[in-house]
Every structure is written in C-alpha cells, then in structure tokens.
C-alpha cells in the first residue's frame, strides 16, 4: 500500500528565508510524487511531480523539490519565501489514485 | 489555459436528502475523480473513473454514492441519502489521455457540502 508522511503539521518561516516542507513516502515499485497547495477557500493548485530523470525538480512559482530514493523523501524547497506563499501543502504519492499526505500549512511572516 | 469547473460551489442540504455534485473536466482528460476534504484536513480518494465505468474506489465509496458522465461533458456525483458527515470539500479532478500513474491531475475549486 502507497502511504505519504508530511511530519510538520506547520511551518513558519520569515519572509526572505529559504523553506523547506517535508515529505517521506512509502511505495512499492517506482514512485510518482507530487506537490500540490491549496489556498484559503481554493482547489489543489499543481506545483511539481517527479516522474524519473533528475533528482532536482523545478516547479511553478518558484518552488523546487529533491527526490531522494535512499531517504523515501520527497522535500518541497524555494529559495527566498513569499508572504503570498502561504497556504496549505500537500505531497500525493500517485498509482491509480493519488494518495495525499496530511497537508502542511506554510505560514511566511512579513 | 483550460480548467476544471464544478458547480455549486456551496450546496446546503437536509441529511436523508439526494445531492448531485457537477463537475466539467478538462476537454480531451479521458480519466476522472473525485476526492473529499473534510474542514481542511486530508484529501481523501472517493472513486476514478474510465471509459464509462469505475476503475477504481475506496471504502468510503458505498452504496450511497454513485457517478456518471451523462452527455460527454459533465461528471456528477451522485448521494442518494445524505448523513451529517458527509459535510465536506468534494473536489473533482482530471487527468490526460495517458491516465495513470504519473499524469498530473487537475484540480477544479469544489463543492462545499453542508448536511444539516
């Protein structure tokens, strides 16, 4: 069974400084990861996926994640934080179906 | 850029009573879904659907929901006799002509369910 782990329930980080949200997975077979974020009152909004090729992916508005196959993570990262970046993140895990991580709601503080 | 559509955005309803949840997906996605939220918490899968038929669903999934793809264009959810936890986000998604895994899934903005 495909199961996602986001350890942090929040995140706070100042605007300016890097972020980092977190995510561990648990698949059998190759695995299909993917970010999503949601805003107050709005849909899944698509940020990136890792499918295979680069370990390194780069995603809309600025945000990146890291696959790591020895440390089943799948951690999302943008280099300066907005205040406009906070929101609610989802990491999914997809086989038939997406399997979504509990959320992690990313505060940036002006 | 095309998107997913769902209507209403907000249905209130009087548990026992029969909802229909309405979904447009993106023009040439082939596969389509349908996930719950509850007051901000996990999404959770309720069913996907292919060529016409349920590919897959989980257990949340029982005999009181049911889909259909009427006329080409729309995807609804269907719950026959509504119970107050089926309060919830429903959102509907699609994906491309590949189908799973690894196509992304398009997200439309969702159905607020309120059963009294």
């Known amino acids: 069974a495909q199961s996602v782990a986001q350890p942090e329930d929040q995140v706070n980080v100042a605007e300016g400084n890097p972020l980092t949200v977190k995510c561990t997975y648990s698949v059998s077979g190759n695995p299909y990861l993917f970010w999503y974020v949601q805003y107050p009152n709005r849909g899944l909004q698509f940020l990136l996926k890792?499918?295979?090729?680069?370990?390194l992916v780069k995603g809309s508005y600025g945000f990146e994640a890291e696959f790591n196959k020895s440390q089943t993570s799948f951690h999302l990262k943008k280099p300066s934080a907005l205040v406009s970046d906070s929101a609610l993140y989802f990491c999914?895990?997809?086989?038939?179906?997406?399997?979504f991580g509990p959320g992690t709601r990313l505060s940036v503080l002006p | 850029e095309p998107e997913v559509t769902q209507t209403p955005s907000h249905q209130v309803t009087q548990m026992g009573q029969e909802v229909i949840l309405r979904c447009v997906p993106i023009?040439?996605?082939?596969?389509f879904y349908w996930y719950r939220q509850i007051l901000g918490q996990k999404v959770e899968f309720l069913v996907s659907?292919?060529?016409?038929?349920?590919?897959?669903k989980s257990e949340i999934f029982d005999d009181q929901f049911s889909v259909e793809r009427p006329d080409g264009s729309n995807f609804t959810l269907k719950i026959r006799s509504t119970k107050l936890e089926d309060s919830a986000m429903y959102f509907c998604?699609?994906?491309?002509?590949?189908?799973?895994?690894?196509?992304?899934?398009?997200f439309g903005p969702g159905t607020r369910l309120t059963v009294l």
């Open positions: 659907f292919y060529n016409n038929e349920i590919s897959e």
């Open positions: 890792y499918i295979t090729g680069d370990n």
């Open positions: 998604a699609s994906s491309a002509p590949r189908g799973p895994p690894g196509d992304t899934q398009y």
């Open positions: 999914a895990v997809a086989g038939q179906n997406f399997v």
């Open positions: 023009s040439n996605h082939l596969y």
